[in-house]
């Protein structure tokens, strides 16, 4: 790409306004200009004033890629149960072709991206808690700062209208980014959080009671596998601080893909180690990551654990599960797929899990959304097979899960893009806290211990949000 000055940009935002002044149709207009990499969070922060109500932050496990949207410059929302991932799709094409124009080569992971999610099943009893979260909402961020490997970009989605002026965006761009961009104080994380000043376990009982239900309802080979969840509430003090809560899982989680979609009041936050689909070109990757142990205390201990999981049979079921339906839908819509043998361990601060990563280069017309299509809910969020799997998570859990356990990422326009699934997560309003945790259930699950497995899901945000200590390795 090359490197665009503001001069520039103001001279190519001067052509799009006349254009739509003589069009008179409103147009969306893409600039992106390469920038001094600064920290991601920092960006996410300085949109605390103006865009609270409407902001994301994406970040992957490795850190060489970051998103931040701030402002929301369009929105593609439906209630749809049966074809939303089409119709998100339809309509992002439709905007992209219609009202959209873009100014010279724009990276993949700028420009006018679309970042959103899904809720896990639209068929569930709905809670007004997840009335921002629709059953697919997709937003185009009014400004963008994207990180790849060591280049930064700022993005600029402005909406201009056929009686704009030209005056009005004189300088626009330039102080957006000073704005935007400023190094104003220290990293936050040292910051006192808000206080916790009650917990609520919803229901556990009612949780082992489902587990019981579940492992009866499999062995009368019914269903193979499901996944059963649960919520955990929390009051605080104060307003939570959610520049502070992101830094502290950013830092906290180090192998895990970290992301909040914030809107009107609410953040939907989370930091999952797990990846459902990313595009890249024509290669495709997805994970199967299901069965899980806690982390030792020392090093020793968590070696054994790690190999003791590895061995396990009640484990090794569950994730085989997932496998056998990732690799199906890979065989469906990839080819050359690459699959090892066997799990190896993907190990997160509070907990280790099987892990078997896959990939494959996608097949012509398969898109990232008809894949995704496919995907969700695989048996690591669902269970198998699939339709009953729902069916059973439908009456067994009293809750709606929202976009817990849901694809959540971001498409740019050429179609490249990732997903992962918003597990380890919670759903923050002003003072409250909801959040979840699963956990995969076969024949020989006890839920006694499946209650303890999601105490441990439960960590990554808790400890984000200042409630449990720190474990150690
Ligand atoms: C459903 C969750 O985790 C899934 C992902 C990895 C391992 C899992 C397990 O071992 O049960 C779950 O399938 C959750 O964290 O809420």
């Not at 490795?62 to 929302?77: A, E, N």
């Not at 066997?342 to 907990?351: A, M, N, Q």
């Not at 859990?397 to 918003?422: C, H, L, S, T």
Request: with cysteine; charged share 25%.
């Amino acid at each position: 790409m090359i490197a665009v000055t503001d001069q520039f940009i103001q001279k190519q935002l001067k052509e799009v306004i006349e254009c739509v002044n003589i069009d008179g149709k409103t147009k969306l207009v893409s600039l992106v200009k390469k920038v001094k990499p600064i920290d991601p969070l920092i960006f996410y922060r300085n949109g605390t004033k103006e865009f609270s109500h409407q902001r994301f932050f994406w970040q992957d496990p490795d850190r060489t890629f970051s998103l931040v949207g701030l402002g929301y410059t369009h929105i593609i929302s439906t209630e749809r149960h049966q074809d939303r991932f089409h119709y998100i799709e339809k309509e992002w094409k439709r905007f992209i072709d219609r009202d959209v124009i873009c100014m010279g080569d724009i990276p993949s992971g700028t420009g006018p991206l679309l970042f959103g999610g899904f809720s896990f099943d639209p068929k569930q009893d709905k809670d007004t808690r997840w009335n921002e979260f629709s059953s697919g909402k997709f937003v185009v961020p009014a400004y963008l700062y994207t990180v790849k490997g060591g280049e930064a970009f700022f993005t600029a989605n402005l909406l201009i209208h056929p009686t704009d002026e030209t005056q009005k965006y004189n300088h626009f761009f330039e102080e957006k980014e000073k704005q935007l961009f400023q190094l104003n104080g220290t990293p936050r994380v040292q910051e006192e959080l808000s206080h916790i000043i009650s917990k609520h376990e919803v229901e556990p009982d009612l949780f082992k009671q489902s587990v019981q239900e579940a492992t009866n309802r499999i062995k009368r080979e019914q269903i193979e596998k499901v996944v059963l969840a649960r919520q955990l509430d929390l009051f605080f003090n104060e307003p939570l601080k959610k520049d502070v809560i992101l830094e502290r899982l950013t830092k906290e989680q180090p192998t895990s893909y970290v992301y909040t979609f914030d809107s009107k009041g609410y953040s939907f936050i989370g930091a999952s180690p797990e990846r459902l689909i990313k595009r890249s070109e024509n290669n495709v990757f997805s994970t199967c990551l299901a069965g899980s142990i806690r982390r030792g205390y020392t090093l020793r201990e968590d070696e054994e654990l790690g190999q003791q999981l590895l061995a396990d049979e009640k484990n090794l079921i569950e994730h085989d599960v997932v496998v056998h339906m990732i690799k199906e839908a890979m065989i469906e819509n990839c080819t050359d797929i690459q699959l090892p043998k066997g799990p190896s361990l993907y190990k997160t601060k509070h907990i280790q899990h099987l892990y078997t990563p896959v990939k494959g280069v996608i097949r012509d017309g398969v898109t990232l959304f008809s894949f995704l299509e496919k995907l969700h809910p695989t048996p690591a969020l669902g269970g198998f097979p699939q339709k009953k799997a729902l069916e059973v998570i439908r009456e067994l859990e009293n809750f709606e899960r929202g976009w817990y356990a849901a694809p959540i990422g971001w498409m740019d326009m050429k179609g490249n893009g990732e997903f992962i699934v918003g597990i380890r997560s919670g759903l923050l309003s002003e003072q409250e806290a909801t959040l979840f945790a699963g956990c995969g259930i076969v024949a020989d699950s006890d839920p006694e211990s499946e209650y303890e497995e999601t105490k441990i899901k439960f960590n990554p945000m808790l400890s984000a949000l200042g409630g449990v200590d720190h474990v150690t390795h």
